[in-house]
């Protein structure tokens, strides 16, 4: 098995990436909560939920553990990433890994920060009437990896990503269409089945929503003497991150009932008032 190039990309590489997103940024006016629960000390796994098409909101907070955490994570991705021109460049620099068990065990033994969603590409691509829903299934790798190798949990929740676009057909609804049935023939993975979406009118560019971020509390997983074999051991360690990343969920959804700055007109004001007093 060769080993992984964990050679960070060049600073000046994650600027220029980041530069493209500032715009987004901008627009968006994150806010986030519970940085101080990460650890300064050592290497974290985060694990929390995938909005729906998910990477414009994660796309922020991975930028945002860089610049004031000084963390750079590394996430494990479908194996279709790869093969995307451009994309597969981009995914690279964000610390995208090929989703084997392999990658994922050497990356934990060198003692990387690790972003994990269990969720995974069905998660991205929920279904209608799953909006914030973890669909984890039975899945149990990613405790069973924290277990054995005594990694911390930082639980963290996501809030805003699932309005940026309105799904028009879901990958259920695809499948059924002739295209779907083509793809289906041609090999594509029902998972994979890239649902119909809309976002500004009919093009592509994300409804600019507010993003909520919450990060929880540790989870040591030193309780569990590295047995990650026991199911037990497993399935208690899931079932402690699920809670904790509902429970972050429901915090930001009724936060942002009342948050004065959801509209983007009132976040754009905002804005402009900042960078007049900082030019004073």
């Avoid at 922020?60 to 279709?80: C, G, N, P, Q």
């Avoid at 003692?111 to 973890?134: C, S």
């Avoid at 509390?217 to 402690?240: C, F, M, S, W």
Wanted: hydrophobic share 35%; charged share 30%.
């Amino acid at each position: 098995m060769a080993p992984l190039n964990l050679k960070l990309p060049p600073a000046e590489e994650i600027e220029r990436v980041y530069n493209l997103f500032k715009p987004l940024e901008w627009v968006t006016d994150p806010l986030f909560f519970g940085m101080e629960n990460i650890p300064k000390d050592k290497p974290v796994l985060f694990i929390g939920n995938h909005t729906f098409m998910g990477i414009w909101d994660a796309s922020i907070m991975w930028f945002r553990l860089y610049h004031e955490k000084s963390i750079y994570t590394y996430s494990m991705v479908d194996h279709a990433h790869d093969k995307i021109p451009f994309w597969r460049d981009l995914a690279h620099t964000f610390g995208m890994i090929d989703g084997t068990r392999e990658n994922c065990h050497q990356l934990l033994s060198s003692g990387r920060h690790m972003l994990i969603f269990p969720g995974g590409t069905r998660e991205a691509f929920k279904h209608k009437g799953e909006k914030y829903q973890l669909i984890w299934k039975k899945r149990l790798g990613f405790a069973r990896m924290a277990i054995e190798h005594g990694y911390t949990v930082i639980p963290f929740s996501a809030v805003g990503g699932e309005e940026c676009y309105e799904l028009v057909y879901d990958s259920e609804e695809v499948l059924k269409t002739p295209l779907g049935k083509v793809l289906n023939k041609l090999g594509v993975r029902k998972e994979m089945m890239i649902p119909v979406i809309k976002g500004v009118g009919f093009s592509p560019f994300p409804k600019p929503q507010r993003f909520y971020y919450k990060f929880g509390r540790p989870i040591n997983t030193d309780i569990y003497k590295g047995d990650n074999e026991d199911d037990h051991n497993a399935k208690d360690l899931k079932a402690r991150i699920k809670f904790f990343v509902e429970e972050g969920i429901e915090e930001l959804l009724e936060y942002r009932k009342k948050d004065p700055k959801r509209k983007l007109g009132t976040r754009l004001w905002n804005q402009i008032v900042k960078k007049k007093k900082k030019k004073k």
